[in-house]
Structure formats: C-alpha cells, structure tokens
C-alpha cells in the first residue's frame, strides 16, 4: 500500500528563506539534480516517475512554495534515491548526478528581470515577517510572566509516561529529520498537516497562548526520544524555525501538535489528546489582565503577517509568467526524452 508524505523542505520565515533539504537526504546514497528552470516541467517529470514506481514503494513529496499544484523534489528511502530540483538544491549537496535539459531560451533577459522582482518581493515579505516575529515575542513575555512552571513539567513528564512506557532502548543514534509541515506560500498559508497525521494512532493536540510552553514540551519529549534511539521527524515553526510546532515518532504511532492559529487541527477523534496550556499552567486571568496590551499585539501581529503574505501572493503571477516563456520553448516530446534519460540513470543505479 502506498504511504506517500508530503512536507516543505523550504520555508519563508522571520530569518529568511530557509532551506532544510540536508537534514532529509541523511543515509540517501543517490541524489539526482534535475536542472531545468521550469517548476512545471519538473513537476510534470516527478509526476511520471511517481507513477512509474510500484504501489507498494513509499514515497516523500516536498512541496513546493511556488504553486501547491508544484513539487520540489521527491525521496524515496526504499530505494535510498532523491530527485530533487533547484528550488531544494544547495552549493554543499552531495549529488550523484545531475541532468540538464538542454534548451536555449531567448527570454532569459526577462526571465532574470522576473527573478529580479521576485527576490525583491520575498525580501519585503522576511521583513515584515520579522516584524510579526518580533511582536510576537512581546505577547511570550506577557504569558511567561503569569507560568507555573512546575505544573508545565507535570504535564511533560505524564506524557513521557504515556508515550514511552515500555520502550526499550535502540541502543543507537536517533535520527533527526528537520521539516516544515506548511509555511508562508505565493498561494497564502498552506499545510500538509492532515496528510502527515491522519495514520498516526495517537494525536497530542496542543492548545494555548503564546509562551506558554508548547514548544518547549515537545523539545523535552524529543530528547526523552532522542535518549531511547528513536528516530524522530521535527517539524519547525514556519515563522520562528528555532521554534517546534510538531513532532512525530512514526515507530510509536504519535504527533505532538501545537493545534493553534494559523494551523489549528480540527479533525478531532475521540481518542485524540488536547491539552491546554493556558488552562493548565498559567494563572487564571491573565488574559483579562492584561487585554488591551493583548488585543493591540495580536492586531498588530496579524497585519504584519498578512503584509508579509500578500507580498508573497504578489510572486505567483511572477511565477506564472516566467513559465509562460518556458513553456513556449518545449514541447511534450521533450519533456518525454528527458523523463526516458532520468529512467535510465535510475536503472544504472541498480537499487
């Protein structure tokens, strides 16, 4: 049965644009760079691939912050082989090999204007992502102020209980895969949370304000993790990458969530576990306590973060023209040779 993931490698955050590729090509013997400029035709290439492969393989799908319609690369661990494009592609990374699709365009001036215009929207969108981050540090301190910490620990170490009850020591390195479940897109908000999770036996499903301890819990979990040989898929705050909002032990069957805005999870089960920080930890009224700074944070919290989007979604008209002129320039047939040529090279790996 096939048991395709799918996450961001890429994400648009306070600190920049962040690329996580490295930390998902870990024990991955081959890795081949399809450098071709075109989002869709590379899409359309790894689509054909993805089709050709056996139901019974499993495979990771990084989206693409371009187009949801877009992939970036594609990892299959059965097999130890990436497919990755340059979107995903850093100057360290090991590659096995790469394939150029050999085609001329005339527009590469306008091609370069576009990427211009592109990169000088993005760099707008981290600044005032940087902004919202930066508020939102503000609203941290007003709920760390009210925490009582030793109930937060309560609730860590019966969850330690709960997950890790008669679990035996791998007696090995933990793994550790560094990803994004959604990020900030030309196309809005978007996550591949119900995609990740719907699987796992067991959903933790945290609540509460900001500060108030959710991503710390799931890095105190994460290292009882670590101390058992369980390898573990960490998956970063999209707008804080330092910041955890969920991590999942696939051996063990369970996530921790942090199910608030912008990503609250609502495919709620009876067997689902939500747990309330605010109600839990901190002391009662805060929030009434502290209302007007509270309400003016939020506010300006969110017209940062929508600023910092709509510069985003101004990309994807960009996007659409530069595929435009590449698009004029190839035909099916030739996508078709080069998917025959990336075949072959996959056959010459005899995985």
């Known amino acids: 049965m096939n048991t395709n993931i799918k996450y961001f490698v890429i994400g648009h955050t306070s600190n920049g644009k962040i690329n996580l590729i ?4 870990k024990f991955i013997e081959h890795v081949i760079l399809l450098n071709v400029e075109s989002n869709k035709i590379t899409t359309q290439i790894l689509q054909k691939v993805m089709n050709k492969l056996p139901s019974n393989i499993s495979i990771e799908v ?3 912050t ?9 990892i299959i661990r059965q097999l130890s082989l990436a497919i990755i494009t340059k979107n995903v592609n850093t100057n360290n990374l090991r590659r096995t090999k790469i394939l150029n699709l050999n085609i001329k365009n005339d527009n590469q001036e306008n091609i370069n204007k576009y990427i211009k215009k592109e990169t000088l929207l993005k760099e707008e969108a981290y600044t005032y992502l940087k902004n919202a981050f930066d ?8 709920f760390i102020s009210e925490m009582d910490f030793s109930r937060a620990d309560q609730v860590r170490n019966n ?9 035996k020591n791998k007696n090995k390195e933990s793994v550790i895969y560094k990803r994004f479940f959604g990020t900030n897109t030309s196309e809005g908000i978007v996550n591949q949370i119900d995609n990740l999770i719907s699987s796992l ?25 670590i101390e058992l040989g369980l390898d573990i898929e960490v998956y970063l705050c999209s707008l804080d990458p330092k910041s955890i909002d969920m991590i999942i032990v696939r051996e063990l069957g369970f996530c921790i969530l942090d199910s608030t805005y912008p990503h609250e999870y609502d495919d709620i089960k009876e067997d689902d576990l939500l747990i309330d920080m605010y109600e839990i930890a901190v002391k009662e009224g805060t929030e009434e306590k502290y209302i007007d700074k509270v309400n003016e944070y939020k506010s300006v919290y969110k017209s940062e973060i929508t600023k910092g ?19 004029k320039k190839l035909e099916e047939k030739e996508i078709d040779l080069y998917f025959k040529e990336l075949i072959e090279e996959i056959e010459k790996l005899k995985i």
Do not use: P
């Open 22 to 25: 490295e930390s998902n090509l």
């Open 62 to 64: 990084l989206c693409s």
């Open 66 to 74: 371009n187009k949801r319609e877009y992939i970036d690369g594609i």
């Open 135 to 142: 508020i939102h540090q503000h609203l941290e301190k007003i």
């Open 159 to 167: 969850l330690e209980k709960k997950l890790f009850a008669n679990v």
């Open 201 to 225: 036996q067991t959903k933790i499903l945290l609540k509460g304000r900001a500060g108030t301890g959710k991503s710390y819990l799931m890095k105190r979990i994460m290292e009882k993790g």
């Open 309 to 327: 989007i709509n510069r985003l979604k101004e990309t994807k008209s960009i996007n659409q023209n530069k595929e435009l002129l590449w698009e």
